[in-house]
């Protein structure tokens, strides 16, 4: 098990920036699958990005390619996800989540995660 604590959520206009982070409560690197994970209201979740354990490529959603990028300091076990040019359609809680049992091709989707961080909100204004 794996505890995780999110920040950096927040409103925002369209155009704009924010950066969540994802405090781990152990090292991650080698073992773990680590995802960030969105549910706006109304729709099921939907996997952002994540990440494979070993520093594999990471694997993005259409939605946020180009846009968003997945970072991590091993040293702080701190996952990290600079969201840039954010749309009103990005608003939604933000999860991190972790698992052992994923492979590299469920790893974007949320039923691969069994460890969750509580969420933090994003909101993107027009």
């Known amino acids: 098990q794996v505890q995780l604590v999110e920040s950096g959520g927040g409103s925002v206009q369209a155009g704009g920036s924010l950066r969540l982070s994802c405090a781990a409560s152990?090292?991650?690197?080698?073992?773990?699958?680590m995802g960030w994970i969105r549910q706006a209201p109304g729709k099921e979740r939907e996997g952002v990005v994540a990440i494979y354990p070993g520093g594999m490529s990471p694997y993005y959603a259409d939605s946020v390619k180009g846009r968003f990028t997945i970072s991590r300091d091993n040293a702080k076990n701190t996952l990290y996800l600079q969201m840039n040019s954010l749309k009103p359609e990005d608003t939604a809680m933000y999860y991190c989540?972790?698992?052992?049992?994923?492979?590299?091709?469920?790893?974007?989707?949320?039923?691969?995660?069994?460890?969750w961080g509580q969420g933090t909100q994003v909101t993107v204004s027009s």
């Open positions: 989540a972790a698992s052992t049992g994923c492979s590299y091709i469920t790893m974007i989707r949320s039923y691969a995660y069994n460890n």
């Open positions: 152990r090292y991650t690197y080698n073992n773990y699958c």
